[in-house]
């Protein structure tokens, strides 16, 4: 079993930065895929982003292409969301998960374990 822990929401203005954690517990995910997805009121929970076990490889929804940044720490267990120039639509629970296979996935049926979410609001 892995658990995993968000950390680092928030409320930010629009423009501003955050950086959220995912701690994992239980077990290792070195050898695992990570991502991060969020749901806003009342929308189904969408991708984010998704690292592969190793860190070399990664993809972003094009909503957050070239402001969002997912990396990971393994000797921490730790995979992290780095969250630039935000926007109100921006706002809503984040969730990590995480695979049993090193390979990256943008579908949230690919994932076997979640954290609770943390909440960020960027107000306008």
């Known amino acids: 079993q892995v658990q995993l822990v968000e950390s680092g929401g928030g409320l930010v203005q629009a423009g501003g930065s955050l950086r959220l954690s995912c701690a994992a517990s239980?077990?290792?995910?070195?050898?695992?895929?990570m991502g991060w997805f969020r749901q806003a009121p009342g929308k189904e929970r969408e991708f984010v982003a998704t690292?592969?076990?190793?860190?070399?490889?990664?993809v972003c929804a094009d909503s957050v292409k070239g402001r969002f940044t997912i990396f990971r720490d393994n000797a921490k267990n730790t995979v992290s969301l780095q969250m630039s120039s935000l926007k109100p639509e921006d706002t809503a629970v984040y969730y990590c998960?995480?695979?049993?296979?090193?390979?990256?996935?943008?579908?949230?049926?690919?994932?076997?374990?979640w954290g609770q979410g943390t909440q960020v609001t960027v107000s306008s």
């Open positions: 690292i592969d076990w190793s860190g070399a490889t990664t």
């Open positions: 239980g077990r290792t995910v070195s050898s695992s895929a």
């Open positions: 998960g995480a695979r049993t296979s090193v390979r990256i996935a943008t579908t949230t049926r690919e994932y076997v374990y």
